[in-house]
Every structure is written in structure tokens, then in C-alpha cells.
């Protein structure tokens, strides 16, 4: 029987001593675990103030730091994922350390906001410097660079994407932002301007090909437009397709005043003139006046046979196009008198009429008066040369001073003196007479007839 009673006795004390001592146990493990957290969030703590300053360095201001990459974000990105919430790290009780690890907690929430918006931030400036082709970024910190050129691939859409994502319109708005919506704006008028040229010089164009008729002011606009772009890629381009458009232009401006003329012969002679090689020959003794600008203007032909003896052929109005109207001189019988006709000096021009022209056409350039004057003169006998003291130079002034005066009217008080030597003049009666055998007779019936318009050329 008392076995039986120290028994139980027995395990009621072995009980009670363990209990105890499972208590003890449990009270000194959690006060470990309490140490243990304590350590750790003071750790965190010191982790959250090194991110906090990371990411203030990565601020000048409402500028981002220069040179600032996303590696860089990143890296504090990872430092602040370390950063563990402790509550469900450890088994503590409800109101051991919880003030401080729920700071610690909106800390790192408040780091992540302030991270993503930085990251936000940088992506945006990122974007707008993508814009430019510049080496040179248009932002870099608080660095700006105002002389910044489109890239020549750049999108409108993209362009559009960006500024409904980075442009904000605002009255408070900080520097940066201030500096994002500058540079939006200077690349769509950018981007304007390309579409605006190029879509002006593609007017100049159709199916690929020049318009038939590309005139002066249309190019002109064109080229004003591509004057504008500042991508040189980009204006290289479209120049080159001005350039073709360039040779197809039709404006009497585009040529001067002598081959204006030269032109306009030419279609007057293909016009009115049966053409052949006696025409050719005849060409270059074509005597012209004109007065042309950039609307247009006039002019007119005569044909010199002798020193001052000119044949009014016709007269002519030209228009800024070069569309010519040949037409009559009022109170003259003229070449182009009975049918007043029009033509195109840019598209109707004969090139073999036109390369037969030699010489000047206008009665204003001396080389013409040079080259006719000289061949007149090698026609002349020694004795008419004496009237001009043996010179050339005499005659020819007295050629172009008498200019437009009939020949017979050219008396000898207007022959020219040479300064140093005296000129032989010959009274009537001083005249060397012809030999008999010199005299060549011409039988009326034998003389070749002539037309109405060279009897009244050889009148008197």
C-alpha cells in the first residue's frame, strides 16, 4: 500500500518541477527573440536612413543629378528590398517593439514612393532627350541644352504618346517640368516644320514624277519651307528632290534678259519663217531691244542690212511664264503684222533654231555691234575706208551714234575725226568716175522681181 501512495507522489513532483522549468525555458528563448528583433530593427533603421540619403542625392533641386541611370536606381532599389517587415519576421507579442517596426514599415513605403517617382521622373527625361539626336543630352541634371535638332525617324505618335504622359500644363509647375514641356513643344514645331515642307515639296510632284509645269513661286515656297529644318539629314533630302524640280521650273526669272531674247527669236522664226540655211545665215544680223523683269515684259526684232538701215520684223509681250505674244508695230508693215500668234519660250523653243542664233540679240550689247561692224567693214573698198581715215574704230562709232537714221541721211559733217590725223573728204566733183567696162548694166526685163515687202525695203 505505500509503495502505491509514493508513486503518484512521485510524478506529481516531477511534474510540477517541469513545468517550471519549461517556463523558465520559454521565458528566456523569447527574451532572446525580443534581443534578437531589437538588433534588427536598429539594423533596418540604419538601412532606411542610407536609402533615405541615396535618394535625396539623387535631387538638384527639381532637376534629377546629372549623369543619374537607372542602374543607379536599381541598385538603391535593392538595398531598400532588404528591408524586411519584422512583425511577420519574428513571433513577437502585440505590444513589444510595435511602434518601431511600423515606422519602420511606412518608412520603406514612403522610399518606395519617393524611389518609383524618381524612377518616373527619369524615364520622362529620358524620353524627351530620346527626342533629339544630339550626343549632348537637351536635359542633363540641371544642365539645359536649348540647341537640340529632332531625330529624323521621329514619330508623331510618339511625340503624342509622350506629351500626353510628360506635359503638364500649369500654373506651379517646377523647373524641370518647365523644361519638359519646352522641349515637347520645340519638337512637335519641329516636326510641324518637316511635315510642312515636305508635303510642299511634294506639290512639285506627281506619281513620283515632276509636275509638267513647276513654276518659280511654288519652288520658291518649297524651298523657303525646307530652309526652315533643322535636321540636315532630313533637309538633304528634300533640297535633292528640289533639286529636281529645279530643272522643270518655268520662269522667265530663272534666265537672263539675252537668252529671254535669243528664245523669243527663235520662236519667231520658227513661227513665221520658213527655215532653212539661208535663215541660219541671216540670224545673227537680228538686232533686238528689250526690257524685261520678273512679271515679264517686252521687245522687238529688226534686221540690219546696212549701217543704220534697219527692217522692223515684229514686236513682242512675254509674261512672267514665258508665254510670248508676237505681234504687229503700229503704222509698219511687219513679219508678224498679219497674224499675231503666241508660244512658250521654256516648252515650244526649236533647240536647232535656237543654237543658229550667234551672237547678241539686243541692239544694247556691244559684241553684236562688234562682230557686224567688223564684217561691213571688210566689205568696204580701200577708198571708203579713207572716210573713216582707214579705222574701223571711226566707223563702227559712227554706226552706233547713227543708229535707226536711213543711211542717205548720214552726211559727211558728221564723219567721225580721228585726233591724229586729218580725214580725206571728197567733193562731188572729186569723186573718182567709173571705167566704162566697170559699169555693169541690168536690162528691166532681165532684173530679178521683187516682193512687195523688198520693193518698199529698197525704196529711193
Same mark, same amino acid.
Given at each position: 500500500?505505500?509503495?502505491?501512495?509514493?508513486?503518484?507522489?512521485?510524478?506529481?513532483?516531477?511534474?510540477?518541477?517541469?513545468?517550471?522549468?519549461?517556463? %523558465?525555458?520559454?521565458?528566456?528563448?523569447?527574451? #532572446?527573440?525580443?534581443?534578437?528583433?531589437?538588433?534588427?530593427?536598429?539594423?533596418?533603421? #540604419?538601412?532606411?536612413?542610407?536609402?533615405?540619403?541615396?535618394?535625396?542625392?539623387?535631387?538638384?533641386?527639381?532637376?534629377?543629378?546629372?549623369?543619374?541611370?537607372?542602374?543607379?536606381?536599381?541598385?538603391?532599389?535593392?538595398?531598400?528590398?532588404?528591408?524586411?517587415?519584422?512583425?511577420?519576421?519574428?513571433?513577437?507579442?502585440?505590444?513589444?517593439?510595435?511602434?518601431?517596426?511600423?515606422?519602420?514599415?511606412?518608412?520603406?513605403?514612403?522610399?518606395?514612393?519617393?524611389?518609383?517617382?524618381?524612377?518616373?521622373?527619369?524615364?520622362?527625361?529620358?524620353?524627351?532627350?530620346? %527626342?533629339?539626336?544630339?550626343?549632348?543630352?537637351?536635359?542633363?541634371?540641371?544642365?539645359?541644352?536649348?540647341?537640340?535638332?529632332?531625330?529624323?525617324?521621329?514619330?508623331?505618335?510618339?511625340?503624342?504618346?509622350?506629351?500626353?504622359?510628360?506635359?503638364? /500644363?500649369?500654373?506651379?509647375?517646377? /523647373?524641370?517640368?518647365?523644361?519638359?514641356?519646352?522641349?515637347?513643344?520645340?519638337?512637335?514645331?519641329?516636326?510641324?516644320?518637316?511635315?510642312?515642307?515636305?508635303?510642299?515639296?511634294?506639290? %512639285?510632284?506627281?506619281?513620283?514624277?515632276?509636275?509638267?509645269?513647276?513654276?518659280?513661286?511654288?519652288?520658291?515656297?518649297?524651298?523657303?519651307?525646307?530652309?526652315?529644318?533643322?535636321?540636315?539629314?532630313?533637309?538633304?533630302?528634300?533640297?535633292?528632290?528640289?533639286?529636281?524640280?529645279?530643272?522643270?521650273?518655268?520662269?522667265?526669272?530663272?534666265?537672263?534678259?539675252?537668252?529671254?531674247?535669243?528664245?523669243?527669236?527663235?520662236?519667231?522664226?520658227?513661227?513665221?519663217?520658213?527655215?532653212?540655211?539661208?535663215?541660219?545665215?541671216?540670224? #545673227?544680223?537680228?538686232?533686238?531691244?528689250?526690257?524685261?523683269?520678273?512679271?515679264?515684259?517686252?521687245?522687238?526684232?529688226?534686221?540690219?542690212?546696212?549701217?543704220?538701215?534697219?527692217?522692223?520684223?515684229?514686236?513682242?509681250?512675254?509674261?512672267?511664264?514665258?508665254?510670248?505674244?508676237?505681234?504687229?508695230?503700229?503704222?509698219?508693215?511687219?513679219?508678224?503684222?498679219?497674224?499675231?500668234?503666241?508660244?512658250?519660250?521654256?516648252?515650244?523653243?526649236?533647240?536647232?533654231?535656237?543654237?543658229?542664233?550667234?551672237?547678241?540679240?539686243?541692239?544694247?550689247?556691244?559684241?553684236?555691234?562688234?562682230?557686224?561692224?567688223?564684217?561691213?567693214?571688210?566689205?568696204?573698198?580701200?577708198?571708203?575706208?579713207?572716210?573713216?581715215?582707214?579705222?574701223?574704230?571711226?566707223?563702227?562709232?559712227?554706226?552706233?551714234?547713227?543708229?535707226?537714221?536711213?543711211?542717205? #541721211?548720214?552726211?559727211?559733217?558728221?564723219?567721225?575725226?580721228?585726233?591724229?590725223?586729218?580725214?580725206?573728204?571728197?567733193?562731188?566733183?572729186?569723186?573718182?568716175?567709173?571705167?566704162?567696162?566697170?559699169?555693169?548694166?541690168?536690162?528691166?526685163?532681165?532684173?530679178?522681181?521683187?516682193?512687195?515687202?523688198?520693193?518698199?525695203?529698197?525704196?529711193?
Amino acid at each position: 500500500m505505500k509503495k502505491r501512495i509514493i508513486i503518484p507522489l512521485i510524478l506529481v513532483l516531477l511534474i510540477a518541477g517541469g513545468a517550471g522549468g519549461y517556463y %523558465l525555458y520559454n521565458k528566456n528563448t523569447y527574451q #532572446e527573440t525580443l534581443e534578437n528583433a531589437t538588433s534588427l530593427l536598429s539594423e533596418q533603421q #540604419e538601412n532606411i536612413e542610407s536609402v533615405q540619403s541615396e535618394l535625396e542625392s539623387f535631387d538638384e533641386g527639381s532637376y534629377l543629378r546629372e549623369g543619374l541611370t537607372e542602374e543607379d536606381i536599381q541598385a538603391v532599389e535593392d538595398k531598400m528590398e532588404a528591408i524586411k517587415d519584422l512583425s511577420s519576421e519574428f513571433d513577437l507579442k502585440e505590444n513589444d517593439l510595435e511602434e518601431d517596426v511600423a515606422e519602420i514599415a511606412s518608412d520603406k513605403e514612403d522610399l518606395k514612393e519617393k524611389l518609383s517617382a524618381i524612377r518616373a521622373q527619369l524615364e520622362t527625361q529620358q524620353s524627351v532627350n530620346d %527626342l533629339f539626336e544630339q550626343e549632348t543630352p537637351a536635359i542633363n541634371g540641371s544642365e539645359i541644352n536649348e540647341d537640340v535638332i529632332i531625330k529624323e525617324d521621329l514619330e508623331t505618335s510618339t511625340l503624342e504618346d509622350l506629351k500626353e504622359t510628360a506635359f503638364i /500644363e500649369d500654373e506651379d509647375i517646377s /523647373e524641370w517640368q518647365t523644361a519638359i514641356n519646352t522641349f515637347i513643344t520645340d519638337a512637335e514645331n519641329q516636326l510641324s516644320t518637316t511635315a510642312t515642307a515636305t508635303a510642299q515639296v511634294e506639290t %512639285l510632284f506627281k506619281d513620283g514624277e515632276v509636275q509638267g509645269e513647276v513654276t518659280l513661286e511654288a519652288y520658291d515656297e518649297a524651298k523657303s519651307e525646307v530652309d526652315k529644318i533643322q535636321n540636315e539629314t532630313v533637309k538633304e533630302t528634300l533640297t535633292a528632290d528640289l533639286d529636281s524640280a529645279h530643272a522643270h521650273i518655268q520662269d522667265i526669272s530663272m534666265l537672263s534678259d539675252e537668252e529671254i531674247a535669243r528664245r523669243a527669236l527663235a520662236l519667231f522664226v520658227d513661227l513665221y519663217w520658213e527655215v532653212n540655211e539661208n535663215t541660219f545665215a541671216t540670224l #545673227e544680223y537680228i538686232w533686238g531691244g528689250y526690257q524685261f523683269d520678273a512679271d515679264g515684259g517686252a521687245g522687238s526684232f529688226s534686221s540690219m542690212n546696212m549701217p543704220g538701215n534697219a527692217k522692223p520684223i515684229c514686236s513682242y509681250t512675254i509674261d512672267k511664264n514665258g508665254d510670248v505674244l508676237f505681234k504687229d508695230i503700229p503704222d509698219l508693215v511687219t513679219d508678224c503684222s498679219s497674224e499675231p500668234k503666241t508660244a512658250n519660250i521654256f516648252t515650244d523653243v526649236d533647240e536647232t533654231i535656237l543654237n543658229n542664233i550667234r551672237g547678241d540679240v539686243s541692239m544694247q550689247g556691244d559684241s553684236v555691234i562688234d562682230e557686224m561692224t567688223q564684217e561691213e567693214w571688210e566689205w568696204l573698198s580701200d577708198e571708203e575706208k579713207e572716210k573713216w581715215d582707214g579705222k574701223w574704230e571711226n566707223y563702227r562709232k559712227q554706226y552706233v551714234e547713227n543708229w535707226g537714221k536711213p543711211f542717205e #541721211e548720214i552726211n559727211s559733217d558728221e564723219i567721225i575725226e580721228d585726233e591724229n590725223s586729218e580725214v580725206e573728204e571728197y567733193e562731188p566733183d572729186e569723186m573718182p568716175s567709173l571705167e566704162d567696162d566697170e559699169i555693169q548694166e541690168y536690162e528691166p526685163d532681165k532684173m530679178p522681181a521683187l516682193d512687195e515687202d523688198e520693193e518698199e525695203f529698197f525704196e529711193g
